[in-house]
Nanobody
Framework: QVQVVESGGGLVQAGGSLRLSCEAS????????MGWFRQAPGKEREFVAG????????DYADSVKGRFTISRDNAKNMVYLLMNTLKPEDTAVYYC?????????????????WGQGTQVTVSS
C-alpha cells in the first residue's frame, strides 16, 4: 500500500522561505511522478508543482513560477518543495501527491495518492 507523508510546514513572514519534504513508500518510487497541491480556506485544491518519474521534467502553476522549486531524490524516496519569496496568498494546506500510474509526466491530475497535508502560513 502506498503511503505518502509530508513534513516541513510552519509559520513564516512574507519574503521568507520554507522547504517541504515528502516521503512515499510502498512501491518503486523512481517509476512515478510526484507533485504538490495546496488548498486555501474556502478554495478548491490546486496544482502547485510536479516532477516526472525521472526528475527530468518539472511543471509549475503560474502563481509560483520563479519562486518555488520541486526536486526529488530517488535514492531516498523523497520529493521536496523549496518555497522562496513567500507571499500571504501562499497560505494553505500543502499536500504531497503521488501519481498512481507509472512513468507519468510532471503535470499531475487530481487522481493521486495523497498525504495528510501540512499547514503553511505566511504572515504579512
Amino acid at each position: 500500500q502506498v503511503q505518502v507523508v509530508e513534513s516541513g510546514g510552519g509559520l513564516v513572514q512574507a519574503g521568507g522561505s520554507l522547504r517541504l519534504s515528502c516521503e512515499a513508500s510502498g512501491r518503486t518510487f523512481r517509476r512515478y511522478a510526484m507533485g504538490w497541491f495546496r488548498q486555501a480556506p474556502g478554495k478548491e485544491r490546486e496544482f502547485v508543482a510536479g516532477i516526472n518519474w525521472s526528475g527530468g521534467s518539472t511543471d509549475y502553476a503560474d502563481s509560483v513560477k520563479g519562486r518555488f522549486t520541486i526536486s526529488r531524490d530517488n535514492a531516498k524516496n523523497m520529493v521536496y518543495l523549496l518555497m522562496n519569496t513567500l507571499k500571504p496568498e501562499d497560505t494553505a494546506v500543502y499536500y504531497c501527491a503521488a501519481d498512481p500510474k507509472p512513468y507519468g509526466g510532471a503535470r499531475l491530475n487530481d487522481d493521486n495518492y495523497w498525504g495528510q497535508g501540512t499547514q503553511v502560513t505566511v504572515s504579512s
